[in-house]
């Protein structure tokens, strides 16, 4: 590895080492970096969030409006299943329009990733040992080399190969890592190496287990998921469970949650495991109490109120709504902008962690609104004028 990968590494570990709350660094893991269109993974690239369309690609207007929509939530990349040619050439408009990396999902069809590379595909997401003979499997890369794509291997606990289940009786780790060497091997026989992997499971434990194995045993960037997680509830906690604890260990350069819902969630969900380990901020993150008896004004309501109108703030920032004084200043301290409830319908804002001035519970959600879209513009001139000194 050269002097320039390592000063990346340096780097990174300064973005997620925290000197003064140690207990809250996390390492990542040294993974080779490669590119999706124009989105690096792994190495020093912030891990990126992904989904997936669940239109029928054919239909290039709701599968494109879907990809908008996941960007403009912050999807760094999205994938589109390609089954048929139509979807391939579908494939080539969507590209097109969309404002994010497109990675093309291919099962077993050959012809369709030499299409989807064609297509403009950022990605193609296949295995190896599934297309068929070598002859086919160099066409599919030779495509991939040609037209600047990189690929996923893509191993699922509910689709190992027939001798590997023979081998170990029942999907398990060790399986799955074995499956992902020899999928791995073919492309590095071809010398192909701008690759990621996924070693997916909709068992938590399997999946924790096989990702760990996988990155014990390669440098490639490792793409993280629980795969059929079930719906928002469930499989956000499945996903969080999952997903959060490989990010702690510093396993992990990108991510798709897999949920029974919107992709948008899905988004919304990845962004937020994200944001718990302090790997990746985006928006506002809103702190706030469960609420009971005590609160000065309606806790519940107004954070709801407030999540939907602060969708629009990409900048990271942080928001403390509390009901009361009990908890009320301490987590304003910590926050850019706070309100703790008070007596007689009215509470105080807080900002950069210090009480500034008294507001009405009535005005409160549009003031505040106001104060967070001033702090964003702020912490946004701060950054540009700090990368022009630069
Ligand atoms: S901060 Fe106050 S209102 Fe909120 S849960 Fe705690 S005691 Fe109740």
Avoid at 223 to 247: D, R
Avoid at 362 to 370: G, K, L, S, T
Wanted: aromatic share 4%.
């Amino acid at each position: 590895m050269g002097a320039k990968f390592e000063g990346a590494q340096e780097e990174l570990r300064g973005m997620s080492h925290n000197p003064i709350r140690p207990w809250r660094s996390i390492e990542r893991r040294k993974s080779r970096r490669i590119m999706v269109g124009n989105v690096p993974v792994g190495g020093d690239a912030p891990i990126s969030v992904q989904t997936m369309t669940n239109t029928a690609t054919t239909d290039v207007r709701a599968t494109v409006e879907q990809v908008q929509r996941a960007a403009e939530a912050g999807a760094d990349i999205v994938r589109v299943s390609v089954p048929d040619e139509a979807s391939s050439k579908a494939l080539k408009e969507i590209v097109r329009e969309s404002p994010v990396p497109i990675v093309a999902d291919i099962h077993f069809h050959y012809k369709r990733g030499i299409e989807s590379a064609e297509a403009g595909a950022a990605c193609l997401r296949i295995n190896p040992g599934n297309i068929g003979s070598p002859e086919r499997v160099r066409e599919v890369i030779a495509a991939a080399r040609d037209h600047g794509c990189s690929m996923r291997i893509g191993v699922n606990g509910g689709s190992l190969e027939k001798h590997l289940l023979e081998k170990y009786g029942e999907p398990c780790p060790e399986a799955m890592v074995e499956s992902a060497l020899d999928h791995i091997r073919i492309l590095e026989d071809n010398d192909f190496h701008e690759f990621k992997i996924s070693v997916k499971a909709s068992d938590v434990f399997l999946s924790a287990a096989a990702y760990q194995g996988l990155a014990e045993v390669t440098d490639k960037p490792i793409h993280l998921g629980i795969t059929e997680a079930g719906g928002l509830t469930s499989g956000t906690i499945k996903s969080a469970i999952g997903l959060g604890n490989l990010l702690w260990m510093g396993i992990g350069d990108t991510l798709r949650v897999s949920l029974s819902a919107d992709p948008v969630e899905e988004i919304k969900v990845g962004y937020e495991i994200l944001k718990s380990l302090g790997l990746r901020h985006r928006g506002v993150n809103i702190i706030s109490c469960p609420s009971c008896a005590r609160q000065g004004f309606d806790v519940i309501k107004t954070v709801e109120a407030l999540e939907e109108r602060l969708e629009h703030i990409k900048t990271p920032m942080s928001l403390s709504i509390i009901g009361c004084v009990v908890n009320g200043p301490g987590e304003a301290l910590m926050t850019d902008v706070g309100f703790t409830g008070g007596g007689a319908g009215s509470g105080m804002v807080y900002l950069a962690g210090k009480a500034s001035h008294k507001m009405s519970n009535a005005q409160m959600i549009d003031h505040i609104v106001e104060e967070v879209e001033k702090k964003a513009a702020e912490i946004e001139a701060e950054a540009s004028s700090a990368q022009a000194a630069e």
